[in-house]
């Protein structure tokens, strides 16, 4: 049984998935801008929410810190920006395949 977790590298706007340390895919992200920066730490995926509606996309991925998660966007030029108010916006395909990939309870790493 594979063990997912999610490195978060905020420093070059990108999203590593691991399956028993090996990395297997890699995402472009849009992380928080400077006055609500995307919190370093260690989180858990909480929950899935499929069409969360208002600006989160396709797929609402919510993080044990709470009112951060990983989402798609609406607006899909601000992926490799700092734009959002601390989470991790992805593009609506890329979260899908993540929210399809990962099961509640996956460890996320959110690092410089």
């Not at 978060?8 to 590593?16: E, I, M, Q, Y």
């Not at 593009?91 to 410089?112: C, F, K, M, S």
Request: positive net charge; hydrophobic residues 30%.
């Amino acid at each position: 049984m594979p063990r997912y977790r999610i490195i978060v590298d905020v420093s070059d706007r990108k999203l590593h998935l691991l399956d028993d340390d090996r990395v297997v895919r890699t995402f472009p992200v849009g992380i928080g801008k400077m006055l609500t920066e995307t919190p370093i730490g260690e989180y858990t995926i909480m929950n899935k929410q499929p069409n969360p509606g208002g600006p989160f996309g396709v797929y609402w991925l919510g993080l044990s810190k709470p009112h951060y998660g990983i989402h798609g966007t609406n607006n899909p030029s601000s992926i490799g920006k700092q734009v959002s108010h601390g989470c991790v916006r992805m593009y609506n395909e890329d979260v899908t395949y993540l929210a399809n990939t990962v099961p509640i309870g996956t460890h996320v790493t959110i690092r410089q």
